[in-house]
């Protein structure tokens, strides 16, 4: 039996290991090190995406500042709207989105809102109505919905603003987008 | 599959277009009626093509897009779909389900060749529904074939390249092709107003319909 072969085996006592030649330069050099301690963890942080996988299904309303993918299903409103939401050509939204970009693989079944950019890409299914500034539909993927396009607003920056303007005029945000409150989405 | 096109330019294409590009004068009237117009709201139903979305919301309308073949091929199964025998509401059911709008608020409509590859019950309960979609002195866009050699035919893709040329593609799956001929288009759309012919050299028909 296995369990009296383990046995076994823990019982053999340890052949001493040889130890190690020294390395030579070549071989040192040939040795793949990682650069991951090299990078910042604010940089890592800010310039990946969270992945919602394959066997997450997610029910209820989705809400960040950072870029999301979603390779698994989820059933509710999502709203990003500072960031880039990727539906996998496996995930599955149903409920509408919010954001500044969105890019599509898979199926999405809602409304979408995205300030820059819609892209559907071949393959994608999406059901719902669309208002973005630039809509691309690539050939082989079913879209029904309406399109709505907008101009894409640019942000502007607080330095150009000068103490004059700041003291007269109320604090404007600095998306173009203010984030609605729960469970409000708005439709196109 | 690359796209094949079908027809050889039947005017001379503008500066930069396509080789393969036609002159469509059904285009060209549908769009002259858009002139000085904004939001309008446009229903296409010959599916997404960056090209139509660009040029119809360039314009500052607002644009419906749906593929009536991928609509009936989602609503009904294979058999019914082989049988051509739709059950006792189903066609109103599929009405309901691909054109679920509130009457007149279609300023233009795009059908392209769809109907010539539905089922008569089916295309006439469309042509019906979209009547009362389209606003009063509305215009619907369609396109038939006069080439009916053959059981099957490729339905087009159909790409505005300008305010005057189309291009035709032949990108999906080949599909039964309905017969039609002046007489039965006239009969199809008697319920409509106007019922303008687009004369053309190659065997496609382009006709304007006013409701």
């Not at chain 1, 150009?160 to 945000?173: I, N």
């Not at chain 2, 309308?61 to 189903?90: C, I, M, T, W």
Request: proline share 8%; charged share 25%; with cysteine.
């Amino acid at each position: 039996m296995a369990y009296w072969n383990k046995k076994r085996d823990e019982d053999m006592p340890l052949r001493p290991e040889p130890a190690p030649a020294p390395l030579t330069n070549a071989q040192r050099e040939a040795i793949p090190t990682s650069t991951y301690p090299a990078r910042r963890p604010e940089e890592l942080m800010t310039r990946s995406a969270a992945l919602i996988g394959k066997s997450i299904v997610l029910t209820g309303k989705v809400s960040g500042r950072e870029d999301l993918i979603v390779d698994g299903r989820i059933e509710g409103d999502i709203d990003l709207p500072e960031s880039c939401l990727t539906v996998g050509a496996g995930g599955h939204i149903q409920g509408s989105i919010r954001a500044r970009e969105v890019i599509i693989y898979g199926a999405v079944h809602g409304n979408m809102d995205a300030v820059e950019k819609v892209q559907i890409r071949r393959n994608a299914r999406v059901i719902g109505d669309m208002r973005t500034a630039r809509p691309v539909i690539e050939e082989d993927a079913y879209f029904k919905g309406n399109i709505e396009t907008v101009r894409a607003e640019t942000p502007k920056a607080p330095a150009q603003r000068t103490q004059a303007q700041a003291a007269e005029a109320p604090q404007q945000p600095t998306l173009p987008n203010v984030t609605p409150s729960a469970g409000e989405t708005r439709r196109g | 599959m690359n796209p094949t096109p079908l027809h050889a330019p039947a005017g001379q294409p503008a500066a930069g277009v396509a080789p393969d590009a036609r002159k469509s004068h059904g285009l060209q009237a549908l769009v002259s009626s858009m002139e000085a117009k904004q939001n309008l709201y446009v229903l296409d139903f010959g599916g997404p093509v960056q090209d139509n979305i660009n040029f119809i919301t360039g314009a500052g309308h607002k644009l419906y897009v749906d593929d009536l073949l991928a609509s009936y091929d989602y609503f009904f199964s294979p058999k019914e779909q082989a049988e051509r025998n739709f059950g006792s509401g189903r066609v109103e059911a599929f009405i309901e389900s691909a054109l679920s709008f509130e009457d007149h608020v279609a300023d233009l409509v795009l059908i392209w060749d769809r109907l010539q590859y539905l089922p008569p019950p089916i295309a006439e309960a469309i042509v019906e529904r979209v009547r009362r979609m389209l606003a009063p002195d509305a215009l619907l866009l369609t396109l038939f074939r006069t080439d009916t050699s053959g059981a099957d035919h490729v339905p087009y893709t159909c790409r505005i390249v300008d305010s005057q040329t189309l291009l035709l593609n032949e990108r999906m799956r080949q599909r039964p092709m309905e017969t039609f001929n002046p007489r039965t288009i006239h009969k199809l759309f008697q319920s409509y107003g106007e019922v303008r012919f687009f004369v053309s050299r190659e065997s496609l028909q382009e006709v304007l319909i006013r409701r």
